[in-house]
């Protein structure tokens, strides 16, 4: 599916909040399942809130955090964010999201190949990104793996007193 990949800007932030609410639910519905209500309601009492707070802070900190979308037919597709450290020289895949209705086409994978091209024109030498083990970031680790990242399995555990 043809698409372009161009800067986020302040505008677009409805669109991307709406889309993150949409593509997150099947994630925060696989926490909910793997951690059970009492604790998943006490780790993400308001998830939609903490999500839609977490892209405005995209748009809020342009010195840290940079942002550009995907668009299909000039319909918000995807968000990407990337952190550069310049002193050591690695970046960070903050954020890669792609709408529910256009998963699947390709648009992970080009917002990971422009990833990379943009980490070297930023002088990084290593790009991480992190995602969860869970059934609802399965897509994710497929995306992730398939563009070529190298996966450190790691375990969070959480019990309510």
Do not use: C
Not at 83 to 94: I, M, N, R
Not at 100 to 113: C, V
Not at 127 to 155: M, N, S
């Amino acid at each position: 599916m043809p698409h372009i990949i161009r800067p986020a800007m302040s505008s677009d932030l409805p669109d991307l909040v709406h889309m993150t609410s949409l593509s997150f639910e099947p994630i925060f519905t696989s926490f909910k399942r793997v951690m059970g209500d009492d604790i998943y309601d006490f780790v993400y009492p308001d998830w939609k809130k903490a999500q839609k707070e977490t892209v405005e802070t995209y748009f809020t900190n342009p010195d840290k955090y940079h942002a550009w979308v995907a668009e299909v037919d000039g319909i918000l597709a995807g968000l990407l964010v990337l952190v550069f450290d310049e002193q050591s020289k690695t970046g960070e895949l903050e954020f890669l999201m792609v709408h529910p209705d256009h998963q699947k086409r390709g648009i992970a994978a080009s917002l990971n190949a422009f990833t990379f091209d943009k980490m070297r024109e930023h002088g990084m030498e290593l790009v991480a990104v992190g995602t969860g083990g869970d059934d609802g970031h399965a897509a994710a680790r497929r995306a992730y793996e398939k563009a070529g990242y190298t996966a450190l399995p790691i375990v969070r555990y959480y019990k309510k007193l």
